[in-house]
């Protein structure tokens, strides 16, 4: 879905996070940690790929190398490698970009360009007239915002800006939440309890005033399925009985929303579930 809406920069991004990745932990575990390298589990793969799932496609290759390093060599390796890392890798490696290239991180290409990824034309998304409409007061900013079946098919036109790589459709992520379902590779109590906390807050906030957006508009925007279903499943950071999962779930969908109506970001899902992360032990 990214390759069709965004064309050459979504394969560019994320080919480039991948190999990355791979690399750097290649290069960490054989010359630093003197082990033998640990590629065969797919773990690098893996994050690699959610790391440039959350990154804009035209987000510059050298940026990418950065995100890469700090995901695998401080996120991950620093902590031992697999399964010794607090921390979701893919979430701090984006979450560092975030912080030390806002400006990059926050420019997002419009859809239907299959043009070379840095010659990309940007707009404003969907989080960002949320957040207009909460910071003015002014609820009529939210009629310019996309219909819910466009938001869940990912098709963002108008002039607005999808988002990161892995927003670009929340109807092909439930696909794979149902996949992983079925597979059991996941269970329903951590990505459920999100999406429903999340649902219930908004709607709450939206009966109360009208200045916050429709909940099903909240549900479906922004990097919140990719968080909920692929990032705060993740087996290492989350916790291992359901009833943790859902404690854990219902904190995440609160964070997100206090994140997205009333800190400083858009979006609030890759911090909620980093907090969260720290919690884990603990719950």
């Not at 959610?50 to 060599?73: E, H, K, Q, R, Y």
């Not at 597979?183 to 200045?211: D, Q």
């Not at 999962?245 to 909620?272: D, M």
Request: glycine share 10%; aromatic share 10%; charged share 5%.
């Amino acid at each position: 879905m990214s390759f069709y809406y965004f064309g050459v920069g979504s394969v560019v991004v994320c080919v480039t996070s991948v190999a990355a990745c791979m690399f750097f932990e290649w290069a960490i575990t054989k010359y630093m940690l003197h082990r033998q390298p640990s590629l065969t589990d797919c773990s690098a793969m893996i994050t690699g790929l959610l790391l440039g799932m959350n990154l804009p496609s035209n987000f510059p290759v050298w940026m990418i190398l950065i995100g890469a390093l700090i995901a695998i060599g401080v996120g991950k390796m620093s902590f031992g490698g697999l399964g010794g890392n607090i921390f979701n890798p893919a979430l701090v490696g984006r979450c560092f970009l975030l912080v030390s290239f806002p400006a990059a991180m926050t420019v997002w290409p419009t859809q239907g360009q299959l043009t070379l990824y840095t010659d990309a034309m940007t707009g404003a998304t969907p989080l960002s007239l949320m957040k207009d409409a909460i910071k003015t007061g002014n609820p009529a900013i939210l009629d310019k915002m996309p219909d819910s079946i466009d938001l869940l098919l990912g098709n963002i036109s108008n002039g607005f800006g999808a988002g990161a790589i892995g927003e670009v459709s929340a109807l092909a992520l439930l696909i794979g939440l149902v996949y992983m379902l079925w597979k059991r590779i996941i269970t329903w109590h951590t990505p459920v309890s999100i999406m429903v906390t999340v649902f219930v807050f908004s709607a709450l906030l939206h009966i109360a005033n009208p200045v916050y957006a429709h909940p099903v508009q909240v549900l479906l925007s922004g990097g919140l399925m990719l968080g909920a279903i692929f990032m705060a499943t993740d087996y290492v950071t989350s916790p291992m009985t359901h009833r943790g999962q859902l404690i854990y779930g219902v904190a995440i969908g609160f964070l997100t929303v206090v994140i997205r109506n009333w800190g400083s970001y858009p979006e609030g899902i890759s911090f909620a579930i980093l907090i969260m992360n720290a919690f884990t032990p603990l719950i």
